[in-house]
């Protein structure tokens, strides 16, 4: 294994791999071997932070020989990611790469990205979701979402129901095929079926009750779609510019404190590899909890199990009744 020589040391998000998350790579290599010939993997979120770091985790597991689409705003950072990618495989000579421009914030583009990637994709093996937004404040999109819960919910729904043809062709092929969404797995909080949009909640409150919005996505999603998994999991305290990007001063303030805490912190490439450790070896036929395929993982990819978990039937049917309208969705 020579994963660390492919790493650029003067990025704190690609520093060398521990001898954790080296072995972890190696288990890595083995899994990727038993997936098909040139498995689709779509990144929304892949143009930086965890997502990055996750795409290129594919890339190297399998060899480049994978057809990768990242999604997100930035084209300048996809094409940089993408020939780095490009770089890590000069052996390969049947993979593909490509940039899906999309505000995940808002619905009507995520709708169209979807439905663009499911035009050229018929087969999708793994969809993740890591698109990221942090802020002090409430902001409201101009679909009327909160713009937090519209990143790390609602986006992450739709594009999930909007690329469902994709992955139950996937499924149906007899094909690994995984939904997993990197967000809070574990740090979950209770709901008010009366306030989905959350306006009685306070921003710091989002979080938590966003966490448990995931672990009911995946829960239904996986009722609903036997055969196929769907993960929700804690990435960990991970080296990104969530706080230098931030729209809060207060966030973007403690950006710059952060290097004290590199010790306590992990970079995108180790975090990536951790939780495809975790994601290779969780299947369908069993789960976190009760329903097979849904699971919820930890930042090294072991089950989480139910630790502050607030599912419940009514919670799952009320927020998938309430999303299907809020996202204009037709359900797939």
């Given at each position: 294994m020579h994963l660390s020589a492919r790493q650029d040391t003067s990025d704190p998000a690609h520093l060398p791999l521990d001898?954790?998350?080296?072995?972890?790579?190696?288990?890595?290599?083995?899994?990727?071997?038993?997936?098909?010939?040139?498995?689709?993997?779509?990144f929304v979120g892949g143009t930086s932070e965890i997502g990055q770091g996750m795409a290129e985790a594919f890339n190297r597991h399998t060899k480049g020989n994978s057809h990768i689409?990242?999604?997100g705003r930035n084209r300048v950072a996809a094409e940089g990611i993408i020939e780095r990618m490009k770089a890590a495989s000069p052996e390969s000579r049947t993979g593909s790469y490509e940039f899906v421009?999309?505000?995940?914030?808002?619905?009507?583009?995520?709708?169209?990205?979807?439905a663009e990637i499911f035009s050229r994709h018929p087969k999708v093996n793994f969809l993740v979701l890591t698109a990221g937004f942090m802020s002090t404040t409430r902001d409201t999109t101009p679909e009327g979402l909160d713009k937090k819960l519209a990143v790390q919910y609602y986006g992450r729904w739709s594009f999930i129901n909007g690329l469902?043809?994709?992955?139950?062709?996937?499924?149906?092929?007899?094909?690994?095929?995984k939904v997993f969404s990197i967000y809070s797995a574990g740090h979950g909080g209770n709901i008010d079926i009366n306030d989905l949009r959350l306006k009685k909640s306070t921003s710091s409150s989002i979080a938590s009750e966003g966490s448990t919005y995931n672990d009911l996505m995946c829960d239904e999603?996986?009722?609903?779609?036997?055969?196929?998994?769907?993960?929700?999991?804690d990435p960990g305290a991970v080296?990104?510019?969530l706080l230098k990007l931030s729209d809060s001063f207060l966030l973007r303030a403690g950006n710059m404190i952060m290097p004290l805490f590199s010790t306590l912190t992990v970079s995108q490439d180790k975090a990536g590899e951790r939780l495809w450790s975790g994601l290779y070896h969780v299947g369908p036929k069993a789960g976190s909890g009760e329903i097979p395929g849904s699971?919820?993982?930890?930042?090294?990819?072991?089950?989480?199990?139910?630790?502050?978990?607030?599912?419940?039937?009514?919670?799952?049917?009320?927020?998938?009744?309430?999303t299907l309208a809020d996202t204009e969705s037709?359900?797939?």
């Amino acid at each position: 294994m020579h994963l660390s020589a492919r790493q650029d040391t003067s990025d704190p998000a690609h520093l060398p791999l521990d001898a954790m998350a080296c072995q972890a790579a190696t288990k890595n290599l083995a899994s990727a071997a038993k997936l098909p010939s040139n498995p689709v993997a779509v990144f929304v979120g892949g143009t930086s932070e965890i997502g990055q770091g996750m795409a290129e985790a594919f890339n190297r597991h399998t060899k480049g020989n994978s057809h990768i689409v990242l999604v997100g705003r930035n084209r300048v950072a996809a094409e940089g990611i993408i020939e780095r990618m490009k770089a890590a495989s000069p052996e390969s000579r049947t993979g593909s790469y490509e940039f899906v421009p999309c505000d995940v914030s808002l619905m009507s583009d995520v709708h169209k990205s979807s439905a663009e990637i499911f035009s050229r994709h018929p087969k999708v093996n793994f969809l993740v979701l890591t698109a990221g937004f942090m802020s002090t404040t409430r902001d409201t999109t101009p679909e009327g979402l909160d713009k937090k819960l519209a990143v790390q919910y609602y986006g992450r729904w739709s594009f999930i129901n909007g690329l469902l043809p994709s992955l139950r062709t996937t499924r149906d092929a007899g094909e690994d095929t995984k939904v997993f969404s990197i967000y809070s797995a574990g740090h979950g909080g209770n709901i008010d079926i009366n306030d989905l949009r959350l306006k009685k909640s306070t921003s710091s409150s989002i979080a938590s009750e966003g966490s448990t919005y995931n672990d009911l996505m995946c829960d239904e999603f996986a009722l609903r779609n036997p055969g196929i998994v769907f993960a929700h999991a804690d990435p960990g305290a991970v080296r990104t510019n969530l706080l230098k990007l931030s729209d809060s001063f207060l966030l973007r303030a403690g950006n710059m404190i952060m290097p004290l805490f590199s010790t306590l912190t992990v970079s995108q490439d180790k975090a990536g590899e951790r939780l495809w450790s975790g994601l290779y070896h969780v299947g369908p036929k069993a789960g976190s909890g009760e329903i097979p395929g849904s699971w919820r993982l930890t930042s090294k990819g072991e089950d989480v199990g139910l630790k502050n978990y607030f599912g419940k039937p009514e919670y799952r049917k009320a927020l998938w009744e309430h999303t299907l309208a809020d996202t204009e969705s037709t359900e797939a």
